[in-house]
Structure formats: C-alpha cells, structure tokens
C-alpha cells in the first residue's frame, strides 16, 4: 500500500500568513488522485481539494493544492482564524486509499 | 444538503462483533459509493471498505476478512458488521460519501467513538 508522510508535524504560524504543507507518497499516486481535508476538534473532516488542485466546493480560494507524483503541496495564501486545524491528505490512485498522519495548524 | 449520521453501540466486548449505522438524510443513496473509515486512538486515519448502491462492495485486505457491508436503498442506509474485534478495534468510527467521480470524501458523518472492552 502507499504510505503517505505530512510534513511539518505542527505548524505555527499568525493569522495572515502563509501557510505551506507537504504529503510525501512511498510510491507515485496515479493520475494526480490526491485529496486534502481540514478537521477541526470535535468535527469531521471536510474536503478541501480533490485530484491533486481541485478546490471542493465552498472552498475558498486561499487554498490552493498543487503536485504530482509522490509529491503534493496545500497552500493557505492568508490564514483566516478560522483555518487553526489539522490537515490531512489522501490518496485513492491505489486500494487501499490511504491517509496521511496530518499536519497541525497551531496559532503562533 | 445530504447529511451523514452513524448510529450503534458505543461499547462492544471483546471477541463480538461491531454493527454500525449510516443514515442518508437530505438526498438518494442511490448513485453514488458509500464508505467506512475510522481513526483509532493517537493513529492516522484507516480505510475500511466502501459499498455502492448496487451493494457492490470493496474492503481493505487488512480487515477483510473481518467486515460486512450491506445497504439498504428502502431506507437510505448502509451498514458496517466487524467480526471478532479486539482493542485494536477501538476507534472512532465515519461514515462517508465518496464525491462522484472521484474516492474522495466529500460528506462525512460526525463519527462515533466504539470502545471495544470488557
């Protein structure tokens, strides 16, 4: 199976800046199918981007998903408060889909 | 809006076996694929299988051998059943939808959390 490694753990950053998140896959995720979510305590994942730099419904545009391969980026251009979470990405190319361990977003 | 709810006991003994439900409320179950993924204490997030409308299904060789799942069109259900569960089995517990044309998951439930002691 692919196993997918976010980096960094935690992130700490301030409202307005930039925020950059890497998933790194063991093996090359077919067809750029790649997806990221944020979870926030107590609630579910929400699908971010889709196919690698597909933004999700609703999803505002200062997230932005970019790679291919076995390596893909998120990018937050400006973090909104709201944007304090955990990041995790997916990759369904190959069964089983698999998830990496998540990055955190923490308030610098 | 389509929204997700699982449903089920949230002890099991050990050796049982665990049966969840996901309610569809908001939309068809029909037309699309329909998974469980679940997330243990301090681990990532793990895969268990998807259903689709036909009842089609598909599992993750690591629990296969141990997983069911079924669907019910009639009343916009589907439903897990984990057979002989230990510790490791303890986790919260999604159910979700797959976003057409895609395994992403764009409709998750809010989880809930089965504990699997004696």
């Known amino acids: 199976e692919i196993v997918l490694t976010q980096s960094p753990d935690t992130l700490s950053l301030s409202p307005g800046e930039r925020a950059t998140l890497s998933c790194r896959a063991s093996q090359s995720v077919s067809s750029t199918y790649l997806a990221w979510y944020q979870q926030r305590p107590g609630q579910a994942p929400r699908l971010l981007i889709y196919g690698a730099s597909s933004r999700a419904t609703g999803i505002p545009d200062r997230f932005s998903g970019s790679g291919s391969g076995t390596d893909f980026t998120l990018t937050i251009s400006r973090l909104e408060p709201e944007d304090f979470a955990v990041y995790y990405c997916?990759?369904?190319?190959?069964?089983?889909?698999?998830f990496g361990p998540g990055t955190k977003v923490d308030i610098k | 809006q389509v929204q997700l709810q699982e449903s089920g006991p949230g002890l099991v003994r050990p050796s049982e076996t665990l049966s969840l439900t996901c309610t569809v409320s908001?939309?068809?179950?029909?037309?699309?694929?329909w998974r469980w993924v679940r997330r243990p204490p301090g681990k990532r997030l793990e895969w268990i299988g998807y259903i689709q409308y036909s009842g089609s299904t598909n599992y993750n060789p690591s629990l296969k051998s141990r997983v069911t799942l079924s669907i019910d069109t009639s009343k916009n259900q589907f439903s897990l059943k984990l057979s002989s569960v230990t510790a490791a089995d303890t986790a919260v517990y999604y159910c979700?939808?797959?976003?057409?044309?895609?395994?992403?998951?764009?409709?998750w439930g809010q989880g809930t959390m089965v504990t699997v002691s004696s």
């Open positions: 908001g939309g068809s179950i029909s037309n699309h694929y």
């Open positions: 997916q990759q369904y190319g190959s069964s089983p889909v698999t």
């Open positions: 979700a939808r797959d976003f057409p044309g895609t395994s992403a998951l764009d409709i």
